[in-house]
């Protein structure tokens, strides 16, 4: 069983839709990490949350530490929101999990 | 500033051959990472460093070295390329070893 998984694996959606993506992780963590990968294969980071809740414009981060479960919510898609998002846990400074990515497409 | 940069962006290697990755970076940073992404699984750690002279194997060490003669530079070397090696290679750094900062990645096929 992988440390993180993420769902869905793929998703697609319309522009204006309200989206979320989880990730459930199965080992105790100091932090928890959302990054975006661009089609043309940078990587961003996007938050990084160790309780409760974050926003950043039109992204959304909220973690459960107890269920060991967190989703990143976007609110009125746009195709520019296409991309893949990662999931990480980190577990200590030199050790960091990534899960396998959702890759999103967001059709106008 | 210009965060974290890689060289190269592309290479292609014959089986046996070496080559060394740079990754470099302007923010000052203490921790540097290298990182490989396959289809279908996510970023996995080779090796990393916590500061200029230090190193350290990551999850997938094998067939990889890596040296941080100065602060600012990180390098990965592949002493005999093999065709499992042909991957996208990630680097990135960080102040506290939290927030990551990625450089843009270094495609490498082996044939």
């Known amino acids: 069983k992988n440390e993180v998984e993420q769902s869905p694996q793929n998703l697609t959606a319309q522009e204006g839709e309200f989206i979320t993506i989880n990730c459930s992780y199965s080992?105790?963590?100091?932090?928890l990490h959302w990054l975006q990968q661009h089609p043309g294969g940078g990587i961003v980071s996007l938050f990084m949350?160790?309780?409760g809740k974050k926003k950043h414009g039109r992204l959304i981060a909220t973690i459960n530490i107890q269920e060991k479960h967190s989703s990143l919510h976007i609110t009125a898609s746009h195709p520019r929101d296409s991309a893949v998002y990662i999931c990480?846990?980190?577990?200590?400074?030199?050790?960091?999990?990534f899960g396998p990515g959702t890759s999103l497409s967001v059709i106008p | 500033n210009a965060g974290v940069t890689q060289t190269p962006k592309f290479r292609v290697l014959k089986t046996g051959q070496s080559m060394t990755l740079l990754c470099a970076q302007d923010m000052n940073h203490e921790y540097m990472y290298w990182y490989r992404q396959d289809p279908g699984m996510g970023l996995r750690l080779i090796h990393y460093?916590?500061?200029?002279?230090?190193?350290a194997k990551g999850e997938v060490p094998d067939g990889y070295n890596v040296s941080r003669l100065k602060k600012q530079n990180f390098l990965l070397g592949l002493e005999s390329a093999a065709p499992s090696q042909t991957s996208v290679y990630f680097c990135?750094?960080?102040?506290?070893?939290?927030?990551?900062?990625f450089g843009p990645g270094t495609r490498l096929t082996v044939l």
């Open positions: 990135a750094s960080s102040m506290t070893g939290n927030e990551q900062f």
């Open positions: 990480a846990i980190q577990t200590s400074y030199d050790k960091v999990i």
């Open positions: 080992v105790g963590i100091s932090a």
């Open positions: 460093s916590v500061g200029e002279g230090t190193t």
């Open positions: 949350l160790s309780s």
